[in-house]
Nanobody
Framework: QVQLVESGGGLVQAGGSLRLSCAAS????????FGWYRQAPGKQRELVAV???????LYADSVKGRFTISRDYRQNTMYLHMNSLIPEDTAVYYC??????????????????WGQGAQVTVSS
């Protein structure tokens, strides 16, 4: 099992910045997928950013150039740096980590873990 604890959400004015943190503990060996997702009221959860160990980093078009995902391997903590925030970024943000493998042309998760969510509210 892996436990993910998020921190760093809050209220910020448009144009401001926030940093979300996601601290992992437990059996993290083998985890190779690291991402942030968000869910706005009345909308489905969507991908914000994701990277795989040894792979590329992907960002949603809506956050490219403004958000940066990073990880401190020694601290086992993942971050989402959010700059130039806009009201449309208002959502609950969830960190996600998993053990992913490919088979038959598809990708699957042997293990999949979520943080508790952090509210980010951007005022205009």
């Amino acid at each position: 099992q892996v436990q993910l604890v998020e921190s760093g959400g809050g209220l910020v004015q448009a144009g401001g910045s926030l940093r979300l943190s996601c601290a992992a503990s437990g059996t993290t060996f083998g985890i190779n997928a690291f991402g942030w997702y968000r869910q706005a009221p009345g909308k489905q959860r969507e991908l914000v950013a994701v990277f795989h160990t040894g792979g590329n980093t992907l960002y949603a078009d809506s956050v490219k150039g403004r958000f940066t995902i990073s990880r401190d391997y020694r601290q086992n903590t993942m971050y989402l740096h959010m700059n130039s925030l806009i009201p449309e970024d208002t959502a609950v943000y969830y960190c996600n980590q998993g053990q992913e493998y490919s088979s038959g042309g598809g990708y699957y998760r042997a293990r999949d873990y979520w943080g508790q969510g952090a509210q980010v509210t951007v005022s205009s």
